[in-house]
């Protein structure tokens, strides 16, 4: 059984590597995500973060959890 082994691979019923399914060789690889590039992501991330940070001080100034001086 193993003595032949060499040989069966060596046979060109294999398939070949052209052959196989690769998903990440079939499509252009691309530096965006969303359609945007890096420093747009960034802005995005900026504003959303001081939205969270605008939204939260005005909750707290709304419950009287803090007072302005």
């Known amino acids: 059984?193993?003595?032949?082994?060499?040989?069966?691979?060596d046979d060109t019923d294999f398939q070949d590597e052209s052959d196989v399914f690769s998903p990440r060789s079939s499509r252009p690889r691309s530096q965006s995500?969303?359609?945007m590039t890096p420093i747009q992501r960034f802005v995005i991330a900026?504003?959303?973060f001081m939205m969270a940070s605008l939204?939260?001080?005005?909750?707290?100034?709304?419950t009287e959890k803090v007072i302005f001086p």
């Open 46 to 48: 900026v504003m959303l």
């Open 1 to 9: 059984m193993f003595d032949d082994l060499r040989d069966q691979a």
């Open 33 to 35: 995500f969303l359609g």
């Open 55 to 62: 939204l939260g001080t005005f909750c707290l100034l709304v």
